[in-house]
């Protein structure tokens, strides 16, 4: 087992290593799918239909949406079974994204979930948090008591590579819910696990809508716009749940209702998070509710369906600090360069929040 502090020294120089642009693996190539302009579901839904669960490792930095989709994973054996949950520094630091995934798993009834604590800060840049949209402790809404479950010694970044490395090829799933540092630095550490992995699914990146921290960039992205450049150019198989979806699946008030009307901890709690949250969303967009951004990607898992979108070329901006942390996306398929994700643009809304409000009852 390497020690913290080795890790996180290899973390915050790796770019001084491997450069803005590192190389992309020998046998890299864009995953499999639809041209670009071609509206679809993502590239293997009838091969999941009947499938086991999906093994994956979630990537996160709790923040109340965050946590929505830690639960929401939670309740869905059947579908996922979470390896091991790593913490980022995003919407809040490290210390409070790590101590939050253990709340959320003890509200889940899962104690048994190991957490561990990855990078601290961005690969080259200060750390952007967002307590003006979440709270000063990042599940500022309801009560809920510390967590009891230990955080694990191991640094996060080696879980993901021993996990990887461990596991057959192509059986695990990553699930970053916040910036891609964890990520990135894993695979500039090991290059060897890279083709071992099964697909990313991830939040972060716009479009049609824009940006949320900055008028281009949507905040996952911008906190770590360098790490995210890495985990883009790596040729794995990527699926985004941009803001133009993620902006469709707003909590309203009879939403939040029936979460609350669940009558459990879970359904109470996030309905006490949303509540919270909402005032900055309102506020802000004028929206009827607020976004819940995160949990998109654990229903993506369990019910696929209930996404479209295009399998197209995103590039991300690292250089101009009018646009850092762009997710350029080639979404009518003018650039002529091989598409490298699978970029969603529509949910339906509705069958996403029956699916939450009816996992959350089972908890």
Known sequence: ???????????HGALSVFGQHPPEPADAQSPGGLPPGCTALSRDIAKRTHMSARRIIIDTDPGQDDAVAILLALASPEEIEVLGITAVAGNVPLSLTAKNARIVCELAGRPDVKVFAGCDR????????????????????????????????????????????????????????????????AFRLAPDIIERVQEIVLMGGAYFEVGNITPAAEFNIYVDPQAADIVFRAGVPITVMSLDVTHQALVTKERNDAFRAIGNRAGEAVAAMTDFFERFDLAKYGSKGAPLHDPCVTAYLIRPELFTGRHINVEIETRSELTMGMTVADWWGVSGREPNAMFMGTIDSDGFFALITERLARL
Do not use: W, Y
């Open 122 to 185: 961005p690969l080259s840049r200060r750390l952007v948090t967002a307590e003006h949209v979440h709270g000063e402790t990042g599940l500022n809404g309801p009560k809920l008591p510390d967590p009891e479950m230990p955080l694990q010694d191991r640094h996060g970044v080696d879980f993901i590579i021993e996990t990887l490395r461990a596991e057959p090829a192509g059986t695990v799933t990553l699930c970053p819910l916040g910036p891609l540092t964890n990520i990135a630095m």
């Open 1 to 11: 087992m390497r020690a913290r502090v080795d890790v996180d020294a290899r973390c």
